[in-house]
């Protein structure tokens, strides 16, 4: 059974600060994986998807890369800001669903 | 932007009543998905949908839940009798294509979620 971790489960940085969010999975037969951030009450916005042939995906201050043979994928934030404060969560591709971690709450301070 | 969008926001129901929850997802996907968050745990998958029938359902997703396609742009969740245990946010999902098989991969969008509380 699929199971993803995600260390750590909180963090608090100074603004302007990079910083890393990793997540970690059981099983290395997936078809790809994504990077949400979650607002409180909120939806699931995607942020990057790395397919399980890729090694990175980029987008603005995000970077997201994949050892799918290790079970592993770190989320960097460049330059964090305030505004990027929210959960985090990673997510792998099985068949038909996605298998969630718990998450990572990140708290940018100004 | 196109973006998947569910009513109501929030529903307060009672114990062994049947709650309906409704997704419109983006009108050129033909993939289909339930999830539930009960508060403080993962996001977790129910069932996955395309071609107006079940592709792959959980374990959580007992003979008292259904979902439907009523006509071209909703896609409905129905709980038959609510518990307690139910109270969650659902969160509807929807994506071009499937995701898988060796093929082709592709993101789900979610919804903003309906928060149900069974009393």
């Known amino acids: 059974k699929q199971e993803v971790t995600q260390i750590p489960a909180a963090l608090s940085v100074p603004e302007g600060e990079n910083l890393v969010l990793n997540c970690s999975f059981t099983?290395?037969?997936?078809?790809?994986l994504q990077w949400f951030r979650q607002d409180p009450g909120k939806g699931l916005t995607s942020l990057l998807l790395?397919?399980?042939?890729?090694r990175e995906q980029t987008s603005g201050r995000l970077n997201a890369s994949l050892d799918k043979s290790s079970g592993r994928s770190t989320l960097y934030i460049a330059a964090s800001q305030p505004g990027d404060s929210a959960t985090y969560l990673c997510?792998?591709?099985?068949?038909?669903?996605?298998?969630f971690g718990k998450g990572t709450k990140l708290t940018v301070n100004p | 932007e196109p973006e998947v969008t569910q009513t109501p926001s929030h529903q307060v129901t009672q114990m062994g009543q049947e709650v309906i929850l409704r997704c419109v997802p983006i009108?050129?996907?033909?993939?289909f998905y339930w999830y539930r968050q009960i508060l403080g745990q993962k996001v977790e998958f129910l069932v996955s949908?395309?071609?107006?029938?079940?592709?792959?359902k959980s374990e959580i997703f007992d003979d008292q839940f259904s979902v439907e396609r009523p006509d071209g742009s909703n896609f409905t969740l129905k709980i038959r009798s609510t518990k307690l245990e139910d109270s969650a946010m659902y969160f509807c999902?929807?994506?071009?294509?499937?995701?898988?098989?060796?093929?082709?991969?592709?993101?789900?969008?979610f919804g903003p979620g309906t928060r149900l509380t069974v009393l």
């Open positions: 997510a792998v591709m099985k068949a038909e669903k996605l298998v």
């Open positions: 949908f395309y071609n107006n029938e079940i592709s792959e």
């Open positions: 009108s050129n996907h033909l993939y």
């Open positions: 999902a929807s994506s071009v294509r499937r995701s898988g098989g060796g093929t082709s991969t592709d993101t789900q969008y």
């Open positions: 099983d290395s037969a997936i078809y790809n």
């Open positions: 790395i397919q399980s042939s890729q």
